[in-house]
């Protein structure tokens, strides 16, 4: 009587047997890799995963889970949202709708971040571009001054002349500068102030005329402005200049960042438009004066 292992290698050898046995390998390999089939157009199927979502959203936002009425309303607000999508669609609604395009634009351009994550820049990379765009890093210059103002006169000269008389004083110290000028509502003076601060207070003319005041120079002026006359004392000034990666890592490794983000959106693009036959018709300058109109 023959042996179990005899008998299934003798079994093995029949070419039917080794036809079903290959029907059901090819069977299996069909089911691992062949795609699920994809739902009905008519139908649609609110999963487990997406219903947990909305429990998940709506928790987020009131702080606590929803109950079976309001999960219920979520679920039935997410049919409504599929269905509407779906009709859209077939109208096709989509099309030529600029807000569509800018959205879809928008999610390529996030989808073109995903998929070139950034990396961590290197301290070379960071001091090259810092080396670069130095200018941009650098600490501005700042000032320390005392102003004192007075009102415009309907006479500019008589102004000047009110102007230069408190000058002598101020410089002779028989007046005190907050016993000097007119009220204001700007302030009397301003310490280790970048020139973008001192406009947003004084405006554009009165820092260009400040920048010409020497340091220690006693009281200088009178500064014209669209408020009135200012007498000015500068008694401090920084140049400013470039500052070591040290005191800037943050900002360089941001700018070096987006810097990394455009030069890889513009490659993207690149690449993309190379599938592209683009043809530009140009109006002539009668039909595009007639566009003007």
């Known amino acids: ?124 990379e960071l001091q090259a571009y810092l080396d670069a765009h130095a200018e941009k890093f650098a600490a501005p210059a700042r000032t320390s001054f005392n102003q004192v103002y007075l009102k415009h006169d309907r006479n500019p000269a008589v102004g000047r002349k009110r102007a230069d008389e408190v000058r002598v004083q101020l410089s002779t110290g028989s007046i005190q500068p907050s016993e000097a000028g007119d009220a204001t509502l700007l302030p009397r003076g301003l310490e280790n102030a970048s020139a973008r601060e001192i406009s947003r207070s004084f405006g554009e003319v009165f820092i260009a005329a400040l920048e010409q005041v020497p340091v220690g120079s006693g009281w200088s002026g009178p500064i014209e402005t669209e408020y009135g006359l200012h007498l000015v004392n500068v008694s401090a000034r920084d140049p400013g200049g470039p500052l070591p990666l040290a005191e800037v890592r943050a900002a360089v490794e941001r700018e070096w960042s987006a810097a990394q983000r455009a030069e890889s959106k513009a490659k993207f693009y690149a690449e993309l438009r190379k599938r592209y036959s683009v043809s530009i018709e140009i109006p002539d300058e009668k039909k595009a004066a007639v566009l003007k109109q």
Not at 63 to 84: H, K, M, N, Y
């Open 1 to 124: 009587m023959r042996s179990l292992p005899q008998l299934a290698g003798r079994l093995l050898r029949e070419p039917l047997v080794q036809f079903l046995l290959l029907g059901a390998g090819l069977f299996f390999l069909y089911q691992v890799v062949s795609p699920a089939p994809e739902t009905a157009p008519n139908r649609i199927v609110v999963d487990r995963a997406q219903v947990a979502r909305l429990a998940q959203q709506f928790e987020r936002t009131w702080l606590r889970p929803p109950t079976r009425a309001e999960l219920s309303g979520l679920i039935d607000d997410r049919v409504t949202e599929e269905i509407l999508y779906r009709e859209a669609l077939a109208l096709g609604l989509e099309k030529n709708d600029l807000v569509i395009r800018r959205r879809l634009r928008q999610k390529m351009d996030f989808l073109n971040e995903d998929l070139g994550a950034q990396r961590r820049p290197t301290e070379a």
